[in-house]
């Protein structure tokens, strides 16, 4: 089973804050990488996708990505209280079945 | 119209019955998959499954067990159901290609009594 780690929190931020949410991975091999968000009760819902060395910015959302660090890491910039949720920091397996490894998720609130 | 859809959403039933799990994608997807997410949100797969083959998670007690009668659907079988499979059971597919992401369905809740 490979190892995706994160920080359960919670993690709080005020509105308009930057949220700053980590995962670092055990697998060196593996090669995509993912933000889910996931409201209480809900399904994951994708975020962001990140393949490569560097930054990959979407609106709000920044992913970042170190791979000889195995850390990828997600900002939130100008949190809104609807920005609270679980993060979930997900991993490809690099077999042909795409299997996603998760980690344990980071609890998120924006305070208004 | 609904990606990926399960059924039913809450399932209740007692120690020893067997239940199932349905679930459909209509996105044309080669790949599907359940995911159990436990109490303390833990996501952690338990079946990937394509036209090709079946990849099981080898921590997956075998009760559990996929049934695809086509590439749109694959159903979750569960036999001797155990408290400890209280969880979350979230269905998902994804194109066969390599790195893509998964769309997960809505989700269903089993509380085992």
Redesign the interface.
């Known amino acids: ?1 490979k190892e995706v780690e994160q920080n359960s929190g919670p993690l709080s931020v005020p509105e308009g804050a930057i949220a700053s949410l980590n995962c670092t991975y055990s697998d060196r091999g593996s ?2 990488f ?1 933000w889910y968000r ?1 409201y209480s009760g ?5 975020i962001m ?1 990140i ?1 490569s060395n560097g930054d990959k910015e979407d609106g709000r959302f920044t992913a970042q990505l170190n791979k000889a660090s195995q850390y990828v890491s997600l900002l939130i910039r100008d949190s809104q209280p609807s920005d609270s949720a ?1 993060y ?1 920091c997900a991993v ?1 397996d ?9 980690g ?2 980071t609890r998120l609130t924006v305070i208004p | 119209d609904t990606a990926v859809s399960q059924t039913p959403k809450y399932l209740v039933t007692q120690m020893g019955n067997d239940k199932s799990i349905k679930c459909e994608q209509n996105l044309g997807h080669d ?1 599907m ?1 359940w995911y159990k997410q436990d109490s ?6 338990m079946f ?1 499954y ?1 036209n ?2 079946l ?1 099981i ?1 080898e ?1 997956v007690p075998n009760r559990f067990s996929p049934k695809s009668p086509d590439k749109a659907h694959l159903n979750l079988h569960i036999n001797s159901l155990e408290l400890g499979d209280s969880a979350v059971y ?1 269905c998902a597919s ?1 194109p ?12 269903t809740r089993l509380t085992v009594v």
């Open positions: 089973q090669q995509s993912f996931q809900k399904s994951p819902e994708l996708f393949y679980t979930l490809n690099q077999t042909g079945a795409n299997n996603l490894f998760f344990t998720g | 790949t998959y303390k949100k833990f996501l952690k797969i990937s394509n090709k083959e990849i998670n921590t979230f994804s066969l290609l390599a790195n893509t992401e998964a769309f997960f369905g809505q989700g």
